[in-house]
């Protein structure tokens, strides 16, 4: 390569990182410019935003520190806007970034939109700063005997649920879900799930949609109101704006249309991954978790080095492998999945599980340092294809 090739990635979460520092890796002989942008400056780990909500202080991680080594740009600021005619990108209004290839790893946020009272009454998961503000409130309920609704059965939501229960003890604590928590998981799985929600004291209202969020309730469908001193809102995904808004081809949730080698259909220069992109494999479509966002960005990172090596591509490869959930800090039941995430028979669950479950919600710092220096596999199974 005798000109500079320039690679913008928009987004420093799990996938944008692993992106960055496995691209690093893999172009260092190459004459490759990587800039990768972001808001902040403290990468986060969306995976224990649970944690910090129930009053958990982590360790703090800046983005320049894992960076440290690869040679990859930082920029800190907000995406404002996106040309992919131009294949620049706008920071803050002020900053252009030409690229010649981009990474679109902007992820995803929970939806308040949907629901009548919940952007201006309910907390959410997205961000360090909202847990532990909701953290600290959750202190002064707490000391109370305060009631706090979780709204969501999905595992954010029981996470969420189990580590507060867990955390105070005298605190009322509802998790609220239109189907029952656990569904995706098997039998014996789903059953000592409930029986860790009785222990630690969670009140189910199953079968009854969120129709509106109330200052100190939340009124279900039927009428009911929930008691909610605190209201936590885990259900409902929204992306940015800024791929449909850049004229990139998208679907009718923002997602960019990718094909086989997660290239935008309609602008091969981007790649999207992670919860960005609309992927579709012969089995059914990938849906937004780190388990199948770090292996985008795995395989992203490669189909750039092969490009520019030439050397011929092949379709993304992937499969579920399991559905691990915490049950606060020292029980989690982990249902082992097929490729399609179907449950297995196996499943673990108990102090084992919550070892096993620690151990994947650490997992991607290490993997991050272990990139810099060898291709890490993060694909425990590949049981399909991606299709365009």
């Given amino acids: 390569m005798n000109t500079e090739h320039r690679i913008v990635i928009l987004g420093a ?3 944008g990182m692993l992106t960055a520092v496995r691209l690093a890796r893999r172009t260092r002989k190459l004459n490759v410019r990587i ?16 944690q910090i909500a129930a009053g958990q202080n982590l360790a703090e991680h800046r983005i320049a520190d894992i960076l440290t080594g690869t040679g990859v740009e930082f920029v800190q ?12 990108v706008v920071v803050d209004d002020t900053v252009t970034l030409p690229y010649d290839e981009l990474v679109y790893a902007l992820g995803s946020s929970t939806d308040t939109s949907i629901v009548p009272g919940a952007a201006d009454h ?3 998961l997205n961000d360090p700063r909202t847990a532990h503000q ?3 409130r959750l202190n002064v309920i707490a000391a109370h005997g305060g009631s706090v609704a979780v709204c969501g059965g999905g595992l954010t939501g029981i996470e969420a649920a189990t580590e507060i229960a867990e955390a105070n003890p005298g605190l009322r604590v509802t998790l609220i879900s239109t189907g029952e928590p656990g ?8 059953a000592y799930l409930r029986r860790a929600l009785d222990r630690l004291g969670v009140a189910r209202q199953v079968g009854q ?15 009911a109101l929930v008691p909610a001193d605190l209201t936590l809102w885990t259900t409902g995904v929204c992306v940015s704006p800024l791929a449909a808004q850049a004229g990139i081809a998208t679907d009718a949730r923002g997602l960019i249309i990718v094909d086989a080698t997660l290239k935008s259909l309609s602008h091969p220069t981007i790649h999207a991954v992670g919860d960005a992109a609309a992927v579709r494999m012969d089995w059914g479509q990938l849906h937004g978790t780190c388990q199948s966002g770090m292996p985008t960005a795995a395989y992203t990172a490669d189909v750039i080095a092969r490009q520019l090596r030439g050397k011929p591509l092949r379709p993304f490869r992937f499969g579920y492998f399991h559905q691990p959930v915490s049950l606060g800090r020292k029980d989690a039941v982990i249902q082992f999945t097929k490729y399609d995430e179907t449950p297995r028979r196996f499943y673990l669950a108990g102090r084992v599980a919550a070892i096993y479950k620690e151990s994947v919600s650490k997992s ?3 993997v991050f340092r272990l990139s810099k220096k060898m291709a890490v596999s993060v694909t425990p199974s590949k049981g399909g294809r991606a299709t365009a």
């Fill in 35 to 50: 800039t990768i942008v972001n808001p902040s400056a403290r990468f986060t780990e969306r995976l224990r935003m649970h």
């Fill in 122 to 124: 309910a907390w959410t």
């Fill in 183 to 190: 569904a995706m998981m098997g039998d014996k799985a789903r």
């Fill in 364 to 366: 991607p710092l290490p």
């Fill in 13 to 15: 979460g799990y996938t």
């Fill in 77 to 88: 600021g907000w995406v404002t806007s996106l040309d992919p005619a131009a294949q620049h």
């Fill in 209 to 223: 949609a969120v129709t509106k969020v109330l200052p100190d309730a939340v009124e279900l469908a039927d009428g």
């Fill in 134 to 136: 909701f953290s600290e």
